[in-house]
């Protein structure tokens, strides 16, 4: 479980938030040497086969196919992920204004600043500095012979629909998220490979860094060896660690952390491979377990093992969520979010962003489909003791659901 | 970053933003996270696909809106504002939100701050259609908010 979606907060990541580990050693805090297992470590992007033009090409036509069903005219993005899922290109920052849009027929058009470097292909309309981007798009839409509702993407500032609505009072704005979770719930075969070596490449780094569990550790200096194993690695990522009672706070704590024997050692996040997130989470024992702490794990690999076998084709998504929480449930945990148990859902689903449409939770009857891809995470978290997460994506095929990663066996064995 | 502001900062920002909301005709002011939350309640919050957010009404108290789960850690960064409303994962925090409007007494204009994603905008206006909503930019700007 991350706590965010990284992509769409690397434009951000000057707002600390969490992982609470990641913001502390990102201010200029202690610097640990790295170990020389980790220094070892070599690229594992050889092979990697990015998304290509064809493949975009067609997730074009399936947009806009999708727009004629759902009566959308046209649909307008910022940079992010979406725009990248598109168009290849994830746009820069928020200023200047850079817009792609896509109408429902026709071919798309890009609005950019005169002084832009991002240099686009195609239909690209340049508005000066001091000029109305949104004039532009509003030509682009009249161009395409546009008038029917104007599908925005979810994450598209308030201002930009603002300045629409403003040049093009009588155009009417709806959710684009028919169009763009349409498309991209449902990963391709490329898109379940580029998954495959993020989560490789994530099991990778944590097999190289559980060795460097040490009595007295902080819990900044582990997650400095996740970074630079992660580099190693040829890739970007990092993570979030707890120790002891910390493990059962789902995001983490900024709290100054040692490790000593009987903590539980929880290690949650990813990396990217051409812009595919990992997500995985193991919980282990270091030094010897408790019969509690051995029969809470036991528990949450129970209820990881039901998620993944009620995620089957034409099951409902809150159904998956359901077979998790009874199992954790029944045995004296919860009821429903309440703590001791699993205070959150079961998992969300994972592509271009960590986490994304759509979330095994309760209240989504969305039906679970071949080429979704989910987290499988409950969390069993007991404040003021532990908490144990055991998290592996998975995807979905025909005959049911597949685990990327091999799950944690058990308490004293991270990997399978 | 070291806190300097206190509490007494925040209200007085907060009264100003609410001195400029009567003086531009709004009754009330969302802000998701970001620099307006920051400057004008001192949190700082991540924005995800969990919505976070703050009522700001011309008059009355703030009204939070936040996840379930994350209330612990939320408490302990909110330092303006008694009214924390949550919601759980299967909940919709848009709900909370046109609520928060309804009860502070919200007919008419809306700001919404300008970073604000529209699924969060629109959202809350498929709640409260009767609501016209505003940008907040120029209000945010007036009660000193960069």
């Keep these: ?416 | 970053m070291p806190q300097t502001q206190t509490t007494t900062d925040y209200q007085q920002r907060i009264a100003k933003l609410q001195e400029a909301m009567k003086e531009f005709g709004l009754q009330a002011v969302v802000l998701e996270p970001g620099p307006a939350m920051m400057y004008l309640t001192g949190v700082r919050w991540g924005k995800s696909e969990r919505t976070f957010a703050v009522v700001l009404p011309a008059k009355g108290d703030p009204v939070w809106v936040l996840p379930g789960f994350e209330e612990a850690r939320a408490r302990e960064l909110i330092h303006v504002g008694n009214d924390i409303r949550i919601w759980q994962e299967d909940e919709s925090p848009f709900a909370r939100i046109a609520q928060a409007l309804k009860d502070r007494g919200v007919t008419g204009k809306v700001g919404i701050d300008d970073s604000a994603r529209f699924f969060v905008f629109d959202n809350i206006r498929k709640l409260a259609p009767k609501l016209d909503y505003v940008s907040a930019s120029q209000v945010l700007k007036a009660a000193g908010t960069k």
């Design chain 1, 1 to 416: 479980m991350r706590l965010n979606r990284r992509t769409f907060l690397g434009i951000a990541a000057a707002v600390p938030f969490m992982p609470a580990s990641r913001a502390q050693r990102g201010r200029g805090g202690p610097q640990y040497p790295i170990p020389d297992s980790i220094k070892a470590l070599k690229p594992m992007l050889d092979g990697v086969q990015p998304i290509t033009a064809a493949e975009r090409r067609a997730r074009i036509a399936k947009a806009q196919s999708l727009m004629h069903e759902h009566k959308i005219g046209a649909l307008v993005m910022e940079g992010g992920t979406s725009m990248f899922y598109f168009t290849g290109s994830r746009g820069a920052g928020q200023d200047p204004l850079f817009v792609w849009i896509l109408p429902a027929k026709g071919e798309p058009s890009w609005v950019a600043s005169a002084t832009s470097t991002l240099h686009p292909q195609g239909d690209v309309r340049t508005y000066e500095t001091d000029g109305n981007p949104y004039l532009r798009i509003a030509q682009a839409l009249k161009d395409r012979n546009v008038s029917g509702p104007i599908g925005m993407e979810e994450r598209v500032r308030f201002s930009v629909f603002d300045g629409l609505r403003k040049q093009s009072p009588s155009l009417e704005f709806v959710s684009g998220d028919p169009i763009t979770i349409g498309c991209r719930v449902i990963k391709s075969p490329a898109e379940i490979a580029l998954l495959q070596r993020a989560n490789d490449i994530t099991i990778a780094c944590y097999k190289a860094v559980v060795p460097t569990v040490h009595d007295g550790m902080d819990q900044r200096e582990l997650g400095s060896n996740v970074d630079a194993a992660y580099a190693a690695l040829g890739v970007r990522g990092d993570a979030m660690v707890s120790f002891g009672q910390y493990t059962a706070f789902p995001h983490g704590s900024i709290t100054p952390q040692k490790l000593k024997e009987g903590d539980l050692v929880l290690i949650d996040d990813g990396c990217s491979v051409e812009g595919y997130q990992s997500d995985i989470t193991r919980t282990f024992i270091f030094g010897k377990p408790t019969a509690r702490q051995r029969q809470v794990w036991d528990l949450e690999r129970k209820a990881q093992d039901a998620a993944l076998a009620a995620a089957k084709p034409g099951a409902t998504c809150e159904s998956v969520d359901a077979a998790a929480r009874k199992v954790i449930t029944d045995a004296g945990f919860g009821p429903g979010y309440k703590t001791p148990g699993l205070p959150h859902r079961t998992g969300h689903g994972i592509g271009l962003d960590g986490h994304e449409w759509t979330y095994l939770v309760k209240g989504n009857t969305t039906k679970i489909q071949p080429g979704m891809c989910f987290s499988n995470e409950p969390t069993i978290a007991i404040y003021g003791e532990f908490g144990v997460r055991l998290e592996d994506c998975m995807y979905i095929t025909d005959s049911g659901a597949r685990m990327f990663t091999k799950q944690s066996p058990a308490i004293d064995q991270p990997f399978g």
